[in-house]
């Protein structure tokens, strides 16, 4: 059987293995609150798998290893340094959100502080997020599977796994995904450190570090001079602190029993996360020592040439579990919030039943899976997709529920004048800045709108109750 042919065989195995677990432990959900959350009976080892499953997107791996060859030891020190401290700010915010544990989304927690109308329009802006960041997964089932299956047409495997994708948001829930990922963190811990070794085998088993001090991107006295590359590196960390505080982030903290066990989960991610980013840059290096002149688009294609037959099958299954692992968890939130947050804010007058609630989640599965197929084949620069789900989502949310959590009490028209400021910044950014520069402003977007929201708070007159 030739090379190709097993990887086929592989592929096709475990979507169907991860179909079969979905099935099994698929359950009706008795209301909406359960389809959204599961249970909340959780222990924290498994949210901290279902977490890990979400955040190590396959585009997380992909974009890791191929820019390593762009940036040198500045990303070196961007992987290590996102692996850990978002996790630490969530954990630490996390134990300042008692208020807000009995919400059903992050758009539910702004509505509660601000009105019906920032909290639609942090639906609005999550369905921008989960589109792109569907999108990036997408484009990586797709590569990945065109790197070693050249058999079959790779649309169709991709489209496959986006329907498995959607048969877990529209049928099973929460509960369904959380099964799902567990399981398929647990293939990835196990794939990822062999394929790491695979490729140290590969490349000759290099002497690392005498190698990298030959090459000017790891010299440490560049990494602290104010150069295109190393603030365009600064100015995407920054973004990266606080892009976790999503709305499928956030609902894993109301999976939650407490906020203590909330605050342990992030914890405890951040130590693993920064297991699983030490491999990432292993395999970054070894590729780059072995062929340092590869363009960033040519590294994964390289690393498949470069590996046995048959371990070409377990790589193309572990970025398939990640990204089907992230995808569905953020098709899962959209869903949830266009029908929770977006319609059910607009029908005040009669309240949307569970059933409807339901149709309309399931309706919204379908609707967001084909935008983001005509986005992912329309895009299909993953570094690109990676800084537009910063740009829709961190300078208009971001600021208002920040200051919610740490007890800011504002009005909506205050948290409609942030979102608007943050919108308009970046849009200013984009347009005039980043193009000069090529450095990300959605964190100034972010810092914009929350000083735009403390202005409107203390300088418009107050409305008399």
Not at 200 to 205: C, H, L, N, S, V
Not at 364 to 376: E, K, M, P, Q
Request: contains cysteine; proline residues 4%; charged residues 10%.
């Amino acid at each position: 059987m030739s090379s190709c042919n097993i990887a086929l065989t592989m592929v096709i195995v475990f979507l169907l293995l991860l179909l079969g677990i979905g099935i099994f432990f698929t359950r009706i959900s008795t209301s909406f609150r359960e389809y959204v959350l599961g249970n909340q009976e959780l222990h924290t080892p498994p949210l901290v798998g279902t977490l890990l499953a979400l955040i190590y997107g396959g585009g997380r791996l992909m974009i890791g290893v191929e820019q390593i060859h762009n940036f040198g030891l500045s990303w070196v020190f961007f992987i290590l340094a996102t692996s850990v401290f978002p996790y630490w700010l969530i954990s630490w915010l996390s134990l300042r959100m008692r208020p807000f544990m009995h919400n059903l989304s992050m758009s539910e927690s702004i509505g509660r502080v601000y009105g019906k109308y920032p909290r639609m329009v942090t639906g609005l802006a999550n369905i921008g997020l989960a589109i792109f960041t569907i999108s990036i997964q997408i484009n990586v089932m797709s590569r990945s599977i065109s790197m070693c299956i050249d058999s079959v047409d790779r649309r169709i495997i991709t489209i496959c796994a986006i329907l498995i994708l959607v048969f877990y948001a529209r049928i099973g829930g929460l509960r369904i995904i959380t099964f799902t990922d567990v399981a398929q963190i647990f293939v990835f811990f196990i794939i990822i450190p062999f394929l790491a070794f695979s490729i140290f085998e590969a490349t000759g088993k290099p002497k690392m570090l005498s190698l990298l001090r030959t090459k000017e991107m790891f010299a440490f006295d560049k990494l602290w001079q104010c150069e295109p590359k190393q603030l365009a590196v600064f100015a995407l960390f920054l973004s990266s602190l606080v892009v976790n505080i999503n709305p499928p982030v956030i609902q894993k903290i109301y999976m939650s029993a407490d906020c203590l066990q909330a605050g342990m989960v992030f914890f405890f991610t951040s130590i693993f996360s920064l297991f699983i980013s030490v491999f990432i840059i292993l395999i970054g290096l070894y590729s780059l020592i072995a062929a340092p002149h590869l363009l960033a688009t040519e590294v994964w294609i390289y690393i498949m040439a470069h590996i046995a037959p048959i371990f070409k099958g377990f790589v193309v299954i572990s970025l398939l579990t990640m990204a089907i692992s992230t995808a569905d968890t953020y098709l899962n939130s959209c869903c949830v919030m266009f029908s929770n947050d977006i319609v059910s804010s607009m029908m005040t007058k009669k309240p949307v039943s569970y059933n409807r609630q339901l149709r309309l989640a399931k309706v919204t599965a379908l609707f967001v899976g084909v935008i983001t197929i005509i986005v992912s084949f329309s895009c299909s620069d993953l570094f690109s997709l990676f800084k537009f789900r910063f740009d829709c989502f961190i300078p208009i949310v971001t600021a208002p529920f920040i200051l919610a959590i740490l007890g800011f009490r504002g009005s909506s028209p205050t948290a409609l004048i942030g979102m608007a400021t943050g919108l308009l910044t970046i849009l200013s950014w984009n347009k005039w800045i980043e193009p000069a520069t090529t450095i990300n402003g959605s964190c100034m977007a972010m810092i914009a709108n929350g000083m735009a929201m403390m202005a409107a708070h203390y300088l418009l007159p107050k409305q008399k109750k």
